[in-house]
């Protein structure tokens, strides 16, 4: 031990001397690097968890499911331009997936309604109604904290009834218990008869699939929101304005994704009005590129580092 120091002490105290004669360059580098590398390890760190926010909410919406989102028109030139060759996501989509589609587990239409008012008053943003089946929460994983969902007798009978969002029941009725509490969307009173736990949301749309607070939100049966709520621009939208489906986990979900579009281009005569989603494949996507992004970060971190030493390398010599 004492060899090997007295074997570099001559080079130690020579790059320590260098360093306290050029004390001010010696800083300056120093400083370059730290806040270089601080730099990128800041950027990771804020890139990770923005892209573990993305990821736990594809990652909610099931890998093994799949999703059709329309596309409605915006305003009435739009719409029937479009309507030149298709009527929009409609039931007859939705039969004729269930139909020609193996491997499907379960599958719900999704209708959903913007109110213009709710009671009990709310100074936050008004939830967003939607309409399924009771299929839903066996195709999202749904896990209610109350209550429970509604059955398809309640869907058939339409029934005024729905589950709320843990952000909406907080915002409309407190904190305390809400199951058998009434709330007034528009002019229709719903009985709450559920509460669902919290779930993953995202800030930005993904793929067609808005993003939204999921937690905002009051689901009923499909029926209800057909039958009992009326929308002024209805007009420019589709009979039902998306699917959820489920797949065994056996099957490959973006293989059945393919089936499901080709089929639905079929009967909407290549009008473009659709998207389909396929979590799966999204989840993957998000995690190669995440992988990608964090190698190139380190990349410029060991560049950083590289370069500091080799000026101060250069700087002692």
């Known amino acids: 031990m004492k060899s090997l120091l007295a074997r570099y002490m001559p080079e130690l105290w020579m790059g320590l001397s260098s360093l306290f004669v050029h004390k001010l360059r010696s800083l300056l580098t120093m400083l370059g690097m730290i806040f270089g590398v601080g730099a990128v390890v800041a950027m990771l760190s804020i890139t ?34 479009v309507r030149q060759k298709s009527s929009g996501l409609s039931f007859r989509d939705f039969r004729a997936i269930a139909e020609n589609v193996p491997g499907i587990v379960a599958m719900t239409p999704r ?29 999202q994983s749904l896990k209610l904290v109350a209550g ?15 589950v709320m969002g843990e952000k909406a029941k907080v915002d409309l009725l407190g904190y305390g218990d ?22 993953a949301t995202a800030d930005a749309d993904v793929e067609g699939v808005q993003a939204g607070d999921r937690n905002n939100q009051l689901v009923a049966p499909l029926d209800t929101v057909m039958r009992r709520f009326d929308d002024n621009t209805s007009f420019l939208k589709d009979e039902i304005d998306g699917i959820y ?22 009967t909407h005569k290549d009008a473009g009005d659709f998207s389909v989603v396929v979590p799966a494949g999204l989840l993957e996507e998000r995690r190669r590129t995440q992988f990608i992004f964090e190698v190139v970060m380190i990349c410029i971190a060991g560049i950083s580092l590289l370069v500091g030493g080799r000026q101060t390398s250069s700087g002692n010599s």
């Open 148 to 162: 429970r969902f509604f059955t398809a007798e309640e869907n058939a009978a339409a029934a005024p009834v729905c």
């Open 111 to 139: 209708k959903r309604f913007k109110p213009t008012k709710v009671f009990p008053k709310t100074t936050q943003e008004a939830p967003l109604l939607i309409g399924v089946e009771p299929s839903y929460p066996q195709i």
């Open 48 to 81: 990770a968890g923005a892209q573990e926010q993305m990821i736990s909410f594809i990652d909610l919406l099931g890998v093994n499911n799949i999703i059709v989102e329309a596309r409605e028109a915006v305003n009435w030139p739009e719409l029937q331009t």
């Open 178 to 199: 809400a199951v058998g509490s009434f709330v007034k969307v528009n002019d229709v009173w719903l009985e709450v008869i559920g509460v669902m736990a919290p779930l």
């Open 245 to 266: 489906i489920r797949v065994a986990p056996t099957v490959n979900s973006i293989e059945t994704a393919e089936v499901v579009r080709t089929i639905l281009t079929a």
